[in-house]
């Protein structure tokens, strides 16, 4: 008998009595029965899961590496590739590629909330952004992995390294990015500090912008490359432990030196190039730059000042120095917007030979006017080999078609450092850049203060460049691997293995289980479908961001699908 026939019949006979009672009857209570027998509660059995469209592309001819995404099942994704790709796994523990849930994705359109507070699976949430001031993290008491160590992270951030180093010492600071040359010795030499030197994986380059005369001439562009001291540079401005770039990737990455090295400082033969190109006053340019401080380039002013003087000076060149918001800068570099020349540089996102060529130099690069196929043709081809050996040749002949085009300029490879104070343990340097802040404890103060070089633009990664924003994004979100602690090697993150076939067209990863997000909600195959669905389908509805470029995710993986002509 259900419980609600029951409890009927129950009243029933409670009734009857007090009928008999009222008219004078019997008074003996009704016969004691045994307690109605408790059933649980009715729940709802769990929903099966239902795997979300798979990200497909119609054929390879779109150029990227992507045949297909697919949930498997729940934990289980598999990405069928177009080529091989050796890369594979040191790509996919960028942060860039972080996966986010995908009704959060869906509900706010990866826009707006999804730029100022992501919602992902690390160690902190995103707390309070005071714009211009500081922002702050809260410990992620769900996080499936080893929790933070201090309750609160907060950034803050300064243009002037000689302020980032006064905080420090003053103790209002833990840590900071980027200490001056001047300002190694200062630091070892003070007992309440410590240095911490990050390796030199990273390229400082004049990039030009060929689509605009007279750079659209290879012989002004090769009298450039012999028209600046470089290593006057280096020397003048650029700590121990800094090079003068001979390639333009760090030779420390395999395949990153083929080729021969980069030209001889020799101003009397460019000034007779550019006499032959047709300028032999020189002419007026512009030279742009950001002003914020990278490992890559320590002294922003200076070394733009010194540039313009040898433009002038070597060759006759008039150029014009122009100081770019560090956001606009960036975007406007991207669609190829700087005119003239501009300083920039690159640090190693992972440590592949692919991650610095593949990205300036693909066949929809606009920073340096049209691509030359001389170049990305052997890259397509190089980052196909899984054998650094037998891709050397390839890396050879695209070297050397970087150095005989001049599509920039690289010039050094700049040694760095961060300082923080001696009670900080944990503390690190990663040659990646990606300083992760939960394993550092502060001398057992529950809040961890980090100041760097500028304000992030955005929290929303996927679809974002700037490095300050990248490093705040890996305190919050998490991609199917990640790299180790303050090193570069790979290891699982979100995904408990990424198995591939024998020839490197496919894998399988198989997802962590009991994973978290901020929100609440739980990872599964369709959150890793929907996360590269935004990045790499431009007719995506969630192919917005900041941007709506999603430059790594369209030139780390060669290409992005249905991107409109023109």
């Known amino acids: 008998m259900k419980r609600r026939e029951l409890f009927q019949a129950l009243g029933l006979i409670v009734a009857a009595s007090m009928v008999l009672a009222a008219c004078g009857g019997a008074t003996t209570p009704p016969p004691a029965t045994e307690p109605p027998a408790t059933e649980p509660p009715a729940t709802e059995p769990p929903m099966a899961f239902e795997p979300v469209a798979p990200l497909t592309a119609a054929s390879c001819d779109y150029g990227g590496f992507f045949q297909e995404i697919a949930a498997v099942d729940e934990h289980t994704v598999r990405f069928t590739l177009c080529k091989p790709d050796p890369a594979f796994l040191s790509k996919i523990a960028f942060s860039v590629f972080s996966i986010y849930p995908s009704e959060w994705l869906e509900a706010t359109g990866a826009t707006g909330e999804a730029l100022e507070a992501p919602v992902g699976t690390g160690a902190y949430t995103v707390g309070e952004w005071a714009r211009g001031e500081s922002i702050t993290f809260n410990r992620f008491e769900d996080y499936w992995g080893e929790p933070a160590e201090n309750d609160t992270l907060v950034f803050r951030w300064s243009t002037e390294s000689a302020a980032r180093l006064l905080e420090l010492q003053a103790g209002t600071v833990d840590g900071i990015d980027n200490v001056a040359p001047s300002d190694f010795a200062t630091v070892e030499g003070d007992a309440t500090l ?82 032959e190109a047709g300028y032999p006053d020189g002419f007026e340019t512009t030279l742009s730059y950001r002003n914020v401080v990278r490992g890559y380039l320590p002294e922003v002013v200076q070394v733009a000042g010194e540039i313009q003087r040898q433009l002038e000076v070597n060759l006759g060149i008039t150029a014009e120095v122009i100081e770019m918001e560090s956001g606009a800068f960036i975007d406007a570099t991207a669609v190829g917007d700087v005119q003239g020349l501009h300083l920039l540089g690159w640090g190693a996102d992972y440590p592949h030979v692919t991650n610095f060529l593949d990205y300036h130099f693909p066949e929809a690069q606009l920073q340096f006017g049209a691509a030359h196929p001389e170049i990305y043709e052997h890259l397509t081809e190089g980052a196909q080999i899984a054998d650094a050996a037998e891709a050397a040749p390839v890396y050879e002949q695209a070297n050397n078609a970087i150095r005989e085009l001049v599509p920039l300029i690289p010039v050094a490879h700049g040694g760095s450092a961060l300082a923080y104070r001696a009670d900080v343990t944990g503390a690190h340097a990663s040659p990646l850049s990606n300083e992760y802040f939960g394993v550092m404890d502060p001398g057992g103060r529950t809040t961890f203060v980090w100041m760097q070089n500028g304000e992030p633009p955005n929290l929303f990664c996927a679809d974002e460049t700037d490095g300050e924003a990248l490093r705040a994004c890996e305190q919050v979100t998490e991609a199917l691997y990640s790299y180790e602690v303050g090193g570069t090697a790979v290891q699982p993150a979100l995904a408990e293995a990424c198995v591939p076939n024998a020839d490197l067209t496919e894998y399988i990863c198989t997802l962590r289980q009991g994973v978290l997000f901020h929100d609440g909600s739980s990872l599964d195959a369709n959150d890793v479908v929907v996360t590269f669905t935004m990045g790499l389908d431009a007719a995506s509805p969630l192919h917005v961001g900041n941007t709506g470029v999603f430059e790594y995710y369209c030139f780390l993986w060669s290409a992005c699908l249905n991107v409109p002509e023109g």
Do not use: K
């Open 194 to 275: 410590q240095l911490q030197v990050r390796p030199a994986l990273n390229v400082f380059y004049i990039g030009i912008q060929r689509n605009q005369a007279p750079f659209d001439n290879v012989e002004v562009r090769q009298a450039l490359a012999m028209g600046i001291d470089r290593q006057l540079i280096v020397d003048i401005y650029y700590p121990e432990g800094s090079e003068v770039a001979s390639h333009f990737t760090p030779c420390a990455i395999p395949n990153a030196c083929e080729g021969d090295p980069w030209y001889d400082f020799d101003p009397e033969a460019a000034r007779a190039m550019l006499t």
